[in-house]
C-alpha cells in the first residue's frame, strides 16, 4: 500500500487569506542552545495551511469541527485532474462522468503548481474554485466532501456563495491541499481535523491510500 501525504507543511511561509492572522512558529527553547528541552510556539488563525472548514464557517449555528461526522472524513475518495479549467462550475463536473457512488472528492487543479514555485508564500487571487453552479451540482449528487489543492474552495471574486451551498448542505469541504503528482483515480481518504471545540474549522493531516 502506498501513502501519500497531501498536507503543506505548516511554517511562518504559509500564505494566509487577506485578513487573517499571520503564521508564526518559531522556537522558544531549544536543546541545542542549552535549554533542558525544544519547545516552539504557534501563533494563526484556525485557518492555517491544509485545513477543512465545517459548516459553523458561513452557516448560522452550523456543525462545529468537534462534532463533525468522522465517517464523512475518512473513506473512498476520487482525485480528478482539470489543469485547464479556470472554475470548476457544472458544465465541466459534467464533463468527468463520475461514478454514481462518489462520496468524497478532491479537484487537481494548475493550482498545486504554486506550492512548487519559490514565491508560494505570496497570496495568489487567480486560482482556481467551484463557483456556486459547481456547488449546486456537488450538492444535488450526494457528495460529502470535496477538496481543493488551494486556500479556498471558491473563486477569489465569489467566495461566499459557494461556501453557503456546500456547507448549507453539510458538505465538508478541505482547503489547501498539496495534490502535485497524485494521479487521478480511487483512493482512501484519511482527513483528521484538530478537534476544535466550537471551531469553524482547523488544520488537519490528510492523507491519500492506494494498493500499488
Not at 444535488?140 to 453557503?164: K, N, W
Request: glycine letters at 8%.
Amino acid at each position: 500500500m502506498s501513502i501519500f501525504d497531501i498536507t503543506l507543511p505548516v511554517s511562518s511561509a504559509l500564505p494566509v487569506w487577506p485578513g487573517d492572522p499571520a503564521i508564526h512558529f518559531y522556537r522558544i527553547a531549544d536543546v541545542n542552545t542549552g535549554d533542558m528541552c525544544t519547545l516552539s510556539r504557534l501563533d494563526s488563525g484556525s485557518h492555517l495551511g491544509t485545513h477543512l472548514d465545517a459548516p459553523r464557517h458561513f452557516i448560522k449555528n452550523g456543525q462545529p469541527v468537534d462534532q463533525l461526522d468522522l465517517s464523512v472524513l475518512i473513506g473512498p475518495c476520487r482525485v480528478v485532474h482539470v489543469p485547464d479549467a479556470e472554475v470548476i462550475d457544472a458544465a465541466l463536473l459534467d464533463t468527468l462522468h463520475l461514478p454514481a457512488d462518489t462520496t468524497r472528492l478532491l479537484f487537481r487543479t494548475r493550482n498545486s503548481d504554486i506550492w512548487a514555485r519559490a514565491d508560494s508564500g505570496i497570496f495568489r487571487t487567480d486560482y482556481v474554485g467551484i463557483d456556486p453552479s459547481g456547488a449546486e451540482w456537488i450538492v444535488e449528487r450526494g457528495l460529502r466532501l470535496v477538496g481543493i489543492d488551494y486556500m479556498s474552495i471558491a473563486p477569489f471574486a465569489d467566495t461566499i456563495r459557494p461556501h453557503q451551498i456546500l456547507l448549507g448542505a453539510g458538505v465538508i469541504a478541505v482547503e489547501n491541499l498539496n495534490l502535485s503528482g497524485i494521479r487521478p483515480g480511487a483512493y482512501q481518504l484519511i482527513c483528521l481535523p484538530l478537534k476544535l471545540q466550537d471551531g469553524d474549522g482547523a488544520p488537519a493531516r490528510v492523507v491519500l491510500l492506494r494498493d500499488e
